[in-house]
């Protein structure tokens, strides 16, 4: 099983990025995926969750409105759309899969994760 995340980066806060996590190793399209992120300091934080059909989506209080998170199936990919970004936004993140939806901000419920990728937000 692997998650590669990546797409991470130095970014002028206002700037936007897309993360990508590239999975395999497992039925991608048969598991719930998503983001944690982990600032400097700081305990890990839930970012967002998609289900396996792309549809249902959850998001963390912090990030709701700038962050949208999709899937491609057929690409066994997830991605995380940022914009707007925070220097607050500055963390390593983490892609992860679970097979269901329970418990969703846990990290012990999820499966599988990614090594992550660091987003950098600075002028």
């Known amino acids: 099983v692997q998650l590669q995340a990546s797409g991470g980066g130095l970014v002028q806060p206002g700037g936007s990025l897309r993360l990508s996590c590239a999975a395999s190793?497992?039925?991608?399209?048969?598991?719930?995926v998503g983001w944690f992120r982990q600032a400097p300091g700081k305990e890990p934080e839930f970012v967002s969750l998609?289900?396996?059909?792309?549809?249902?989506?959850w998001y963390g209080d912090s990030v709701k409105g700038r962050f949208s998170i999709s899937r491609d199936n057929a690409k066994n990919t997830l991605y995380l759309s940022i914009d707007s970004l925070k220097p607050e936004d500055t963390a390593i993140y983490y892609c992860?899969?679970?097979?269901?939806?329970?418990?969703?901000?846990?990290?012990?419920?999820?499966?599988?994760w990614g090594q992550g990728t660091q987003v950098t937000v600075s002028s």
């Open positions: 998609i289900g396996w059909d792309g549809i249902s989506t």
């Open positions: 992860a899969a679970k097979r269901s939806g329970k418990d969703r901000t846990t990290m012990r419920s999820y499966d599988f």
């Open positions: 190793g497992f039925t991608f399209a048969d598991d719930f």
